[in-house]
């Protein structure tokens, strides 16, 4: 699907992004979901896997760098 990324791959570009690590990263993205600022969408050729927008990624990046 274009325009999303996998969960994975999101973390690892949110890492990059800010020097946060996975577990930092992953309560964040907990969070936004909670609050229904970002969701995650089933990969429709493998249901085990989780994809992101770009915009959501974006999003996450955002939360985690402003204070």
């Known amino acids: 699907m274009q325009g999303y ?30 609050a229904g600022r970002i969701k995650f969408v089933d990969d429709p050729g493998d249901s085990r ?6 915009e959501h990624v974006d999003e996450i990046v955002r939360a985690l760098t402003t204070v």
């Open 5 to 34: 990324t996998t969960k994975s791959q999101a973390v690892i570009e949110i890492m990059q992004k800010t020097g946060y690590g996975r577990f930092v990263i992953e309560k964040k993205m907990s969070e936004l979901v909670g």
């Open 49 to 54: 896997r989780k994809l992101i927008s770009n």
